[in-house]
């Protein structure tokens, strides 16, 4: 039996994957060469699709990195001369912190327990040159609020707004006129194969890491903001990159949008919902983020105390597997992945089981 | 017709690449955890696999970045506070040396024409760091002897030598006690798709990291020599990395030991020798490198003058696709690899249909 795979990353893939990959070895994709004309029309496939796909303008340039892991650090190196200020509330946004220090950046950040709401009223320092915020704590299922997101570019006009959407693209709808950068990775909410972070930017991005530059620092080598951009421009990139990635990318892209944001959207809210129903509802069970304002709708974690090795077994048992709980929840948590993989077929399976689960 | 693909890399897919996939899809390969045993076991089957096959001692590390030219920049980063020396012979050594500098280092430099060799003799600065050489100079086929690689440590005992081995390894029979850091591609001799850096380090390496990180000097976030080295004690790495990339790696290299290292060398020599008989006796082409003791056996480049389109469109209609020359070298030369995945049957062809040319 495959198990239907709701862990948050790597997940479940998406159903036309096997073909898309079956297609790509038959016309010979993965030995193509990157300085192709052929490799050029499937990178811009991959970008103009997602910029279909989510709603982005014209003046933003979608870059190609390794992962969301490498963005972290690229972005400390490109964009922050000196301070950073992020808002930590799990292990992820945590992560991005500890990046900005190990790279000897002065950054700043405000804590908040897991599962919990971030003030509005936060003061952040005048010197901070880039407000870091994670739109869904993969490790916590917080999600924060577009309006707390979107807040940030009239009260700090000058400074640059990045969003983690690691495990939320393309369910949340930016407005990306009022964020500077935002980054994702494919194995999340794409249902790809892992090995792709996709880096979107604006100008002022662009402008900062060369303004960086012109002042002497270094700002890294081939994965510069100015190196990937000028690439980009001609749909390569510096290095050779994992073309078989794009392509699948370029792909799932377009069964999306054949499919269209707005579908996705709603059945990715009408899966959250009826999750969410049998938890609360349930004995035994419940969502460990308490405010519905914070529920991340693509990643739906649930409390399950002393129940939760007996139900991750149980959930097996048919066919599902769920993520651990993370970090220090390892035992009394539950993770579950709602994303496009993920169907409503399955998300309805999912929640009479919990409803048929009694310890 | 699907064509042979005879450029350096991305290059011709290793025969059994297209079954390993299907497999890979069929047992959920591409959604597993990163964090699982099952992929911990896949991470040591490839890491211990290569040890085998290149003849690899014990107190090395094999570790994974995302491309070699990532390795340029983490070597720099981790392994180099103030200067490296780099034998420059063609573009991509040249690459190697342009990070150092982006990199803010005070990094030396001796270049040659290309298809020339170095001194011997070579002065290397009393307080250089690291010792760059490039096995296989993948833009014109020269390839450095090993003895002139080997001798570096007896020379320079206290430095680090690093080797680029991009598009020569699993071929060069090195001497891994003579060397402390050496890296390659997979899309290239191993017939992979593109996507993954292999970089292999001794303790040495990883020594000198943590000085330069204990002087305060950052050396990177994620993708730190230590960062890297304490994931891959758990065959585990810090990030998600490409882990089909790393699953079809571990599943070549095992079908190159069956095949045995051995075989693998002599069938090179063979091809290599009668493609270099072919261009030697040619009225109308010749190789590149006419040093017999410089020429690559595994990238072979051949000057072909004002009939280097109408050989490249000749070998084409007969189903074989050549490299193009590299930078200056596009409308005069034409670039073969010699790799695994290349047959001695696919060689013979060739061979022949470039006795068959008269212009």
């Known amino acids: 039996m495959l198990h239907t795979n709701f862990t948050p990353g790597p997940s479940q893939l998406y159903f036309t994957v096997a073909d898309h ?10 030995s193509i060469s990157h300085r192709s004309k052929q490799f050029e029309l499937i990178s811009k496939e991959a970008t103009e699709g997602l910029k279909q796909l989510l709603g982005i303008g014209g003046d933003h340039y979608i870059l190609f990195a390794s992962s969301a892991t490498e963005i972290w650090e690229r972005l400390i190196q ?8 992020h808002f930590v509330n799990g292990s992820f946004s945590k992560k991005f912190l500890e990046i900005a220090r190990q790279l000897n950046r002065q950054s700043e950040a405000v804590e908040v327990k897991e599962g919990e709401a971030f003030s509005e009223s936060q003061k952040i320092s005048e010197d901070t040159e880039l407000i870091a915020v994670t739109h869904n704590e ?4 917080v999600s924060l609020p577009l309006d707390f997101i979107h807040a940030f570019r009239e009260k ?18 930016f407005d990306y006129t009022k964020i500077d950068s935002v980054y994702f990775s494919v194995q999340k909410a794409f249902g790809l194969p892992a090995g792709l972070g996709v880096w979107i930017i604006n100008k002022k991005c662009v402008d900062k890491a060369e303004a ?3 002042a002497g620092k270094s700002i890294g080598s081939y ?6 951009v000028s690439m980009a421009k001609k749909h390569q990139t510096p290095e050779t990159p994992n073309v078989l990635g794009i392509y699948l990318l370029a792909k799932v892209v377009a069964d999306f949008n054949r499919r269209g944001i707005d579908i996705i959207r709603k059945e990715t809210e009408y899966k959250a ?10 004995q035994l069970l419940q969502p460990f983020v308490k405010d519905k304002y914070l529920q991340s709708k693509t990643v739906i974690v649930a409390d399950c105390g002393a129940y939760t090795e007996k139900l991750s077994r149980f959930l ?6 769920p993520g651990d709980g993370y970090g220090s929840f390892k035992k009394s948590q539950l993770r579950f992945a709602n994303f496009p993989a993920h169907s409503k077929e399955q998300y309805e399976l999912l929640a009479d089981s919990l409803d048929a689960f009694h310890g």
């Open 316 to 321: 097996s048992e048919k066919g599902m597997t």
């Open 273 to 282: 919902a009826i999750l969410y129903q049998s938890l609360t509802k349930h």
């Open 21 to 30: 990959v079956r297609y790509a070895f038959k016309e010979g994709i993965p």
């Open 212 to 214: 960086i530059l012109d």
């Open 156 to 173: 700090y006009p000058e400074k640059l707004i990045a969003v983690d959407a690691v495990s939320s693209l393309p369910y949340p709808a």
């Open 138 to 141: 993969t490790s916590t299922g």
């Open 223 to 228: 994965h510069t903001i100015p190196s990937l």
């Open 78 to 85: 490109n964009v922050v001369a000196e301070k950073s200020f």
